[in-house]
């Protein structure tokens, strides 16, 4: 089945704090992941994305983690600071008509 | 470099009527994807759309349907319009039918009464 949210989840951190988000993904046979932020009133704006025969992809003060075995992503964000707030969302591929899943989402508050 | 544009922003439509949301791809993309977020979820597919042909297509009704213009820029259609349809409606644009290097647009921000 689909992954479908209907309650968000939240996280609130203190700004200069590290933040770290989970999500569960839906297929086995996925083998490309993104990480997404969301901002009110905006598109999904591309964070970060891991190919499946990765486990650890870095960028500029994020890093996401796959784990394959237990179907689980997280993406890391090192000194979070206010305009880090949005909702973050993972997607995963799949083949079925080109389209992408994507999880319920996250909630991030950062306290300043 | 141009990104993905949306029109309109914001639109309330009466229940039974029909809209069209329209999308513009980022320059170089040749792919259209249309997503529909309810508050508080994350977007689901509607369909995609690559070489102005329907490449696949989410669980919505057949009451919602699109087309891909030679100058790859694309519209939503929704027939019958329910109040269940009041969303965000998205569109994302990419190169030759991928879902990977995706670029949102804004979205259309659909009430239905």
């Known amino acids: 089945g689909e992954s479908v949210g209907l309650h968000l989840p939240t996280l609130s951190v203190q700004e200069g704090d590290n933040s770290i988000i989970n999500c569960a993904y839906s297929?086995?046979?996925?083998?490309?992941f993104i990480w997404y932020k969301q901002e009110s009133g905006k598109g999904p704006q591309f964070i970060i994305d891991?190919?499946?025969?990765?486990d650890k992809r870095q960028g500029q003060r994020v890093t996401v983690l796959l784990n394959k075995t237990v179907k689980h992503l997280s993406l890391q964000i090192a000194a979070t600071q206010p305009g880090d707030s949005a909702v973050y969302f993972c997607?995963?591929?799949?083949?079925?008509?080109?389209?992408?899943?994507f999880g319920q989402g996250t909630e991030l508050s950062v306290k300043p | 470099e141009t990104g993905v544009t949306q029109s309109p922003t914001h639109l309330i439509k009466t229940r039974g009527q029909q809209v069209t949301l329209r999308c513009s791809s980022q320059?170089?993309?040749?792919?259209v994807s249309w997503y529909q977020q309810a508050l508080g979820q994350g977007p689901q597919f509607i369909f995609q759309?690559?070489?102005?042909?329907?490449?696949g297509r989410g669980n919505f009704p057949p009451r919602f349907s699109g087309l891909q213009f030679p100058n790859y820029s694309s519209e939503l259609n929704v027939n019958a319009l329910e109040l269940d349809d009041s969303a965000l409606y998205l569109c994302a644009s990419s190169l030759d039918g991928a879902n990977y290097g995706y670029t949102f647009g804004s979205g259309t921000r659909l009430t239905v009464v």
């Open positions: 997607a995963e591929n799949s083949y079925q008509g080109g389209k992408l899943i």
């Open positions: 891991i190919r499946s025969n990765m």
């Open positions: 320059s170089g993309h040749n792919t």
């Open positions: 297929n086995s046979a996925s083998d490309y």
């Open positions: 759309y690559y070489r102005e042909e329907e490449n």
